[in-house]
Structures are given as C-alpha cells and as structure tokens.
C-alpha cells in the first residue's frame, strides 16, 4: 500500500511562487498515475493537474495551466507541483493522489491512494 506525505504549503503573497512535494512510500510512483487536487473551503475537491504511468503525458486544469508544472523523481519517488503566479483564488488544501490505471485521470474517486493534504494560502 503506497502511503502519501505532501509538504511545501503555506502562506504566500499573490504572484508570488510555492512548490508542493508528494513524497511517496510502500511503492514507487512510477507504477501510478499520479495527480493533484485541491479543496476549498466549502467546495468540492476539483482537479488540478495529472502525469500518467509513464510520465510521458500531462494534463492540468485550465485555471493552472501555464502557472502549474507536475513533475516526477523516480530516484526520489516523488511527485511535485511547482506553482507560480500564484492568485487568491488558488488558495486551497492542496492534496495528491495515486491511481492505479495508466492515463491521466481527472476523477478523485478514480484514484487509491492519497496523502492528507497541505494548506496554500495565496493573499492579495
């Protein structure tokens, strides 16, 4: 069972740029899809951006992308979310997740796996 630890959240002002980690354990990320969520407070989780099995392929909503990078370390089995110009309404719990099919996937009940989530907050 993989478990998930994300890091790198916290308190930044708007424009301004964080990089989430998504250390993994119990099994490597390159045998996943793997994908980042957030939440805000009273919404619904809503999907951020996605890598699939390989690597090869990566998608990203379109209220991040060109600001949002995923990426992956195989070495250091982990999974990172770079963020830059960074808006008030990026602020959210910022979680990732594992999946064990092959594709970018967008759907958070598609995914096994999650880690518990770290706060970003973006100030204006």
């Known amino acids: 069972q993989v478990q998930l630890v994300e890091t790198g959240g916290g308190l930044v002002q708007a424009g301004g740029s964080v990089r989430l980690s998504c250390a993994a354990s119990g099994g490597p990320v390159s045998s996943y899809s793997m994908g980042w969520f957030r939440q805000a407070p009273g919404k619904e989780r809503e999907f951020v951006a996605a890598?699939?099995?390989?690597?090869?392929?990566?998608d990203y909503a379109d209220s991040v992308k060109s600001r949002f990078t995923i990426s992956r370390d195989d070495a250091k089995n982990t999974v990172y979310l770079e963020m830059n110009r960074l808006k008030p309404e990026d602020t959210a719990v910022y979680s990732c997740?594992?999946?064990?099919?092959?594709?970018?996937?967008?759907?958070?009940?598609?995914?096994?796996?999650w880690g518990q989530g770290t706060q970003v907050t973006v100030s204006s």
């Open positions: 890598t699939s099995r390989n690597g090869h392929r990566r």
């Open positions: 997740a594992a999946g064990s099919t092959r594709y970018v996937d967008y759907i958070p009940h598609s995914y096994d796996y």
